[in-house]
């Protein structure tokens, strides 16, 4: 079976950086579709970024626009989601997710899932 591991979270200050990883294991594809989905309580999962399996372009929310990068190793196995310029809007947990088939930004498009890293911004 498929299996997702994130690390990588912790807390931080507002204004710094984070680097989050998901590690991929299992059979699977070589290089799947991935995406990146945070949640904090009493709210939807929320859409950060997703990464290509033809070419490894990136889509991104636009909260996460020009502060966040989405890349994969040479591998294939691991995602990243460099996290810069952090504010406590931020805090949530950060779930990586194997896409499936459907629209990339919901999170029903997804059917394997990690979980999840917790990152806390501080003030």
């Known amino acids: 079976q498929v299996r997702l591991v994130e690390s990588g979270g912790g807390l931080v200050q507002a204004g710094g950086s984070l680097m989050l990883s998901c590690v991929v294991s299992?059979?699977?594809?070589?290089?799947?579709?991935m995406g990146w989905f945070r949640q904090t309580p009493g709210k939807e999962r929320e859409f950060v970024a997703a990464?290509?399996?033809?070419?490894?372009?990136?889509a991104y929310a636009d909260s996460a626009k020009g502060r966040f990068t989405l890349s994969r190793d040479n591998a294939g196995n691991t995602v990243y989601l460099h996290m810069t310029t952090l504010k406590p809007e931020d805090t949530a947990v950060y779930y990586c997710?194997?896409?499936?088939?459907?629209?990339?930004?919901?999170?029903?498009?997804?059917?394997?899932w990690g979980q999840g890293t917790q990152v806390t911004v501080s003030s």
């Open positions: 997710a194997m896409y499936r088939y459907g629209a990339a930004a919901d999170w029903k498009s997804y059917d394997y």
């Open positions: 990464i290509r399996s033809t070419d490894d372009t990136a």
């Open positions: 299992g059979r699977t594809v070589r290089r799947p579709f």
